[in-house]
């Protein structure tokens, strides 16, 4: 890729009849300048871009805790659950008497424990969605904001001139007189040779 010193460097060779160097001069520092910046825009812009692939790596890592996270916690609930119950066939095991107040005091445990998971359950995944949520707000910015900065870059490169269209159609326009030039020569040298024709009649007359 060009840089604003290659451009600012460069040598066009010489020749008869060439452009302006002056004008050339003048042009190829308006190039640069625009250019520069160009180049300055696409560096931050690359900047933007890594910092905000950065951040989504970030969003990734959290995603994965969380599931990692979930996923703990619905093992643990299973098994809590799993040792209420068999606490509550041992302690029914052991005397009738006490079986069923054991069992209903284990299976309000448990129940207050499945609740408890429950909770922790619907709050990570509460967390989870909010910060799916803050993650696609926040890359539907990035785009907004990369979208509107490409725009500004094109619109900015429609606008500056370019040398070599304005060549061809310099010399189209140049094409297009040297043809009419010659017509016209021709359209006016016919008239010519027919008057020394008729003289030459007239004089065999």
Do not use: W
Request: some cysteine; glycine content about 2%; proline content about 2%.
């Amino acid at each position: 890729m060009l840089t604003p010193m290659d451009i600012h460097n460069k040598d066009f060779k010489r020749s008869f009849r060439g452009y302006n160097e002056d004008e050339i001069d003048d042009f190829l520092d308006k190039v640069v300048n625009d250019y520069e910046k160009l180049f300055r825009e696409n560096d931050r812009l690359k900047e933007e871009l890594t910092r905000a692939k950065k951040d989504n790596e970030q969003y990734q890592q959290l995603e994965q805790n969380l599931k990692d996270t979930l996923l703990v916690a619905q093992k643990t609930a299973e098994e809590v659950t799993s040792n209420a119950r068999k606490n509550a066939e041992e302690t029914r095991d052991n005397t009738a008497k006490e079986c069923a107040n054991k069992l209903q005091e284990a299976e309000m445990k448990a129940e207050k424990i499945m609740d408890d998971a429950k909770n922790k359950v619907q709050a990570i995944v509460a967390e989870y969605d909010r910060l799916v949520r803050e993650k696609n707000a926040f890359l539907r910015k990035i785009r907004v904001t990369l979208e509107s900065e490409l725009a500004v870059i094109d619109e900015t490169m429609k606008q500056i001139p370019d040398p070599e269209k304005e060549e061809r159609e310099k010399n189209a326009r140049g094409t297009q007189a040297e043809a009419l030039q010659k017509a016209v020569s021709e359209h006016q040298a016919v008239p010519y040779e027919a008057k020394e024709l008729a003289e030459d009649d007239k004089q065999e007359g």
